[in-house]
């Protein structure tokens, strides 16, 4: 399909892991985003990904690609409560073929909410 | 830090009004964009621009009209303000080529009565 998918919701304790899932759509995606938003603000860039890479680490956030499945998660360690934020995945997609230009595609954000 | 600032947080305006919704960047981006946001809808682009007076459709553009007199300043226009149109109001800037990130204002919750 041409969209990317996130589940809605998730909730963790505090101290636990969280993973969050996406699935994109288009194999010739360049780049692939990970947004938080809390609440009344905009979106804030938390990491991201080039295709060519199957992980990348960033303190409490790992990143992982699985091209061949088109699926990428961000994994947050130690989460805590301040990590309560909605999380968005987008794909870079090109706008036609052979064009050097491109926009995101956003999945629809999962809800997390980490409890004490 | 990229800046990326949108005129107002919150806006009330009637049915049938004509609305402006102003965006401007200071990092000399190319690309800007338009988007709305609803709860269970996620992010839909309205409107973008690779370059002054230059503008494309985007998913959801019935509407809305866009006008990009100069490259630091994209703005959004409701012709005849109505209630669906009542939603958050993101505006976001990137470079042309390569990492594309794009950088979000705060947002303008916009409600139509």
């Known amino acids: 399909g041409e969209d990317v998918e996130q589940s809605l919701f998730l909730s963790v304790r505090e101290g636990d892991s969280s993973v969050i899932n996406c699935t994109y759509t288009d194999s010739s995606s360049t780049y692939l985003y990970w947004y938080k938003q809390e609440p009344g603000a905009g979106l804030q860039l938390l990491t991201y990904?080039?295709?060519?890479?199957d992980m990348k680490q960033d303190q409490r956030l790992t990143v992982l690609l699985n091209k061949k499945d088109k699926h990428l998660s961000l994994r947050i360690a130690d989460t805590q409560t301040g990590d309560s934020a909605i999380y968005f995945c987008a794909e870079s997609r090109p706008l036609g073929r052979g064009s050097t230009l491109g926009r995101l595609y956003f999945g629809r954000g999962t809800q997390l909410t980490v409890w004490p | 830090d990229v800046k990326v600032t949108q005129s107002s947080r919150y806006l009330v305006k009637r049915t049938g009004e004509k609305v402006f919704l102003e965006c401007v960047q200071d990092?000399?981006?190319?690309?800007m964009f338009w988007y709305r946001q609803d709860p269970g809808l996620g992010l839909r682009l309205i409107y973008f621009s690779y370059d002054v007076k230059m503008k494309e459709k985007g998913d959801i553009p019935e509407g809305y009209s866009v006008s990009r007199e100069k490259k630091e300043r994209f703005s959004l226009i409701l012709e005849s303000a109505s209630t669906n149109q009542t939603s958050m109001y993101l505006c976001?800037?990137?470079?042309?080529?390569?990492?594309?990130?794009?950088?979000f204002g705060q947002g303008t919750r916009l409600t139509v009565v």
């Open positions: 990904i080039f295709s060519n890479m």
């Open positions: 990092m000399d981006h190319e690309n």
């Open positions: 976001a800037s990137s470079i042309r080529q390569g990492n594309t990130e794009a950088f």
